[in-house]
């Protein structure tokens, strides 16, 4: 990140002039707007009672009651999906990463028949549309299930599996630039001194990398953390995740938006939160990795 | 290129010197060097390989079979005795007089059209917002948190977020609108109807500009800083810096950029989905969706998998168009 140091070197030497200066503010001021705005709403939306809500929408709410963050865990068994979500998504970042920095570092550091063909297969699989792939996922997991006994259908391990191929293109094509960007000085050196393969790449790749891998990992968490398709149809009661467990508030003949919010804004936090401290990780992966 | 013959030579001759630890390694001595070394990217990228293979290309494989075969609910656990059907599946879905033709061909024209706005709205935020913050100033780290909140705000909480704002009665839009500037005679649907159209596209937008903006952002970082002082001394203004300098640098990061966001866009499930339920209004009607409500809601299979055939060769087609296009660009220009 040698880059990272000189950003904060004014560009020029002159003050940009007035016209940029308050086209950049009417830019800014209108962007965070947009983006702030279902944010406002949702924070507030959960501190109001429910009569707010159901009727004439109210900028700032007439009483201020944390009812609802207790409501929301009653209404529906959102403990038992958060759960179910976290599992689902920390298993599947896990293997995600670990599959990604193995098949990036073959690529990066090896020479060998089919590597274009890898690359661009696997980059490739991003342009599928989800729904071609999920009917027959559906049936390859229910007749594996008949067949061995492994369930996959319905399971969160099907979901993991699943879950973890999404992330999987966009990780190693990242980490293969960011591997690249690791001379391979450093890697022959520590061959040179009696490690093998795995030993260079865990010893001296993998540390190297680190920011590339918290941006990889990010990423993958928040793929799983966020998919809706998959988990609505390969989920059942017991295993079903937040991204199908949160539309039970509104499903029901009263729709308790006051407590939808108060969910939203929970199963949020830790992604929000977490993404916005690793932000700058995924910046540098990106600009060492990706988009070179 | 050199690096990656040498590993091997180096390697037989420390584990010669080494004795001990040389020995432990070559627990496989039957397999000769050349061979292993040879193996081992394989065997690195046998995971990945396998686990696309079981969840990507073997289904592929299995839909683009299924989309030949009368396959309704009769068949569903006995899919391997589903009637053969060879093209009357594509024959069905590209009839547009019939009506499923035509309800898919409509799909498309608003998928299309949704898709270049949204594409086109996410670039242009994404960039705006990348280029003002590209110097330094107070409140610049802040602004970027606040930027790519919404890409790190889980799908259906936002959008969930978003069907509230949108609701008639009770919802932010309306009230703005019709209760407080009065630009309504009375309140709008937003969720059924034609406005459906405008708000799928503000959700879109609104979720998809930070990764824009985050890719731009990146990009920049790449460009050196010098061209900018060399600019500044030959005297061009910040505006011609960006038009000049930063646009022109941006290219490559374009050309991925705006074919993820396409690929992605186009794609969309999620949020017709979370805003709109499992039937989206017709002027919102995103293939995805369509897609999925042919297959499930109907329960024909065959069918629905012949329109996602049909669907990705579209996206491989104009994949490869815009890769041709663009890179017969960049060559000419000679920006490389």
Redesign the interface.
Known sequence: MPNKALAGKARSPLAPPASFRWTRRIILAFLTTFALLPVYVMVSSSLKPLEDVTDTFQWIPSEITIRPYFDIWDTVPLAHYFMNSLLVAGAATVLSVTIAVFSAYAVSRYRFRGKRVFTVTVLSTQMFPGILFLLPLFLIFVNIGNSTGVALYGSRGGLILTYLTFSLPFSIWMLIGYFDSIPRDLDEAAKVDGCGPFGALFRVVVPAAIPGIVAVAVYAFMTAWGEVLFASVMTNDETRTLAVGLQGYATQNDVYWNQIMAASLVVSVPVVVGFLLLQRYLVAGLTAGAVK | ?T?????PV??SG?GAD?GD??AR?RRLPRIPDRIRQ?G???L??L???L??L???????V??IV?SFRELTQLYINN?GNAPWRAFDNYKIAVDFDAPLGEALLHSFYVTCLFTVITVGLSWL?GM??AV?????FRGRGL????????????????V???A??F?R????I??VLH?QLGLTDEPSFWLIGDNSFIALVVVAV?KSW?FAF??L???L??IP?EL??AA?IDGA???Q?IRKITLPSLR??NQ?LVL?LF?WTF?D??TP??LFGESAPEAADL??IH??QS??VTWN?GT??AM??L??LF??LV?AVYLVATSRGRKGSGAE
């Open positions: 290129m690096s990656t013959v040498t590993p180096r390697k420390s080494q630890g040389g390694r040879g081992l990217p394989y690195l990228l995971p990945a390989v686990l696309e079981l969840v990507h290309i073997v289904p592929m299995i839909g299924m899919w935020f705006a917002a003002m913050l590209q110097e330094n602004l970027r948190a606040v930027f790519l909140t919404p890409y790190a705000l889980p799908v259906y909480a936002a969930i977020t978003w509230f704002m609701q009665d009770n919802g932010m309306n009230h209760d609104w930070p985050l890719m952002m990146a990009g970082q790449n800083r900018y002082e500044s203004g910040i505006w810096q490559p990061v991925v993820v690929l794609n499930f999620n989905y979370v293939i995805s897609i999925y297959s499930f299979f629905g998998s996602s055939v669907l990705l996206l491989l994949t």
